[in-house]
């Protein structure tokens, strides 16, 4: 009796411990279980979570390429750029070196022109120098002539008696009277038979007596008639005139057939004549 009762505790150990193992067992399973499905949740979270990572990936990744693709495209217009930039600088470098060696040339042919002119405004200018000696010893006879002629003029009394001013024989000294400005000089030129007005007279030709330097002719003056008869070449001829009884003189430089030429000289005092017209 004794013996089963101890057979029978020795089976209920047993069987608590099988229950406890079996227990054991199912817990085990079931935290396996949950473990596996948490696993399981994770895992498909992740692959969700790369194959974003793989979109955005293959985003970048054709993003990258359109930049490449862009950095291509303007690396090789920035290429041509450069290669185009380039080439223009050597054009310019070129154009600007021939412009120099054309501006040098032009700058020597001008030299070389102003040398020339140079050399010839120095040849002018010895030329020059020449002539201001020539031109100096001209005026130098010329002033001889001058006092030489001057000196030869000379001064005598007229056929009124009156002492008469210089007389000039010829046109050149008839230059220097009119010069002096001592008296007016009126220059004439008479045809026979022909009365000119001559300053404030008028004169008249009646005889030229070309052999032997003679002439006659007749005055007009104050509404008078005066005759100078048969007066002689180089003669002062003499006659008052106007309010202020101004002496005129009258000679005559050259007679030629029915025609004589010389001057009228009147004192500064009497006016210039009227022209018609005036």
């Known amino acids: 009796m004794g013996d089963m009762t101890d057979a029978d505790s020795g089976q209920r150990s047993f069987s608590g411990v099988f229950l406890v193992l079996l227990a054991a067992g199912l817990l085990a399973g079931l935290g396996g279980l949950i473990w596996s499905y948490s696993l399981n949740g994770r895992l498909t979270k992740a692959e969700a979570q790369l194959g974003q990572a793989q979109q955005e990936n293959d985003k970048l990744a054709g993003e990258l390429a359109q930049t490449n693709a862009r950095l291509k495209v303007e690396t090789?217009?920035?290429?041509?750029?450069?290669?185009?930039?380039?080439?223009?600088?050597?054009?310019?470098?070129?154009?600007?070196?021939?412009?120099?060696?054309?501006?040098?040339?032009?700058?020597?042919?001008?030299?070389?022109a102003a040398r020339q002119q140079i050399g010839?405004?120095?040849?002018?200018?010895?030329?020059?120098?020449?002539?201001?000696?020539?031109?100096?010893?001209?005026?130098?006879?010329?002033?001889?002539?001058?006092?030489?002629?001057?000196?030869?003029?000379?001064?005598?009394?007229?056929?009124?008696?009156?002492?008469?001013?210089?007389?000039?024989?010829?046109?050149?000294?008839?230059?220097?009277?009119?010069?002096?400005?001592?008296?007016?000089?009126?220059?004439?030129?008479?045809?026979?038979?022909?009365?000119?007005?001559?300053?404030?007279?008028?004169?008249?030709?009646?005889?030229?007596?070309?052999?032997?330097?003679?002439?006659?002719?007749?005055?007009?003056?104050?509404d008078k008639k005066i005759e100078k008869k048969d007066r002689g070449l180089n003669e002062p001829v003499q006659f008052y005139t106007g309010k202020n009884h101004d002496l005129f003189e009258l000679v005559v430089n050259n007679i030629n057939k029915n025609e004589i030429q010389g001057y009228v000289s009147t004192p500064k005092s009497v006016p210039p004549p009227v022209s018609v017209g005036h």
């Open 120 to 222: 010839a405004v120095s040849s002018d200018v010895s030329s020059v120098k020449t002539d201001v000696g020539g031109v100096k010893t001209d005026v130098a006879q010329t002033k001889t002539d001058l006092q030489n002629t001057q000196a030869q003029l000379q001064s005598m009394k007229g056929d009124m008696g009156v002492q008469s001013g210089l007389i000039a024989t010829n046109h050149s000294e008839l230059e220097i009277l009119k010069h002096k400005g001592d008296r007016n000089y009126y220059e004439f030129t008479l045809q026979k038979g022909q009365r000119q007005a001559i300053s404030t007279v008028g004169l008249e030709l009646r005889k030229a007596d070309q052999k032997h330097s003679r002439y006659t002719l007749n005055v007009y003056a104050d």
């Open 76 to 112: 090789e217009t920035l290429g041509q750029t450069v290669g185009m930039t380039q080439r223009q600088l050597e054009s310019k470098a070129d154009d600007l070196l021939r412009r120099q060696q054309a501006d040098a040339k032009r700058l020597e042919g001008e030299q070389a």
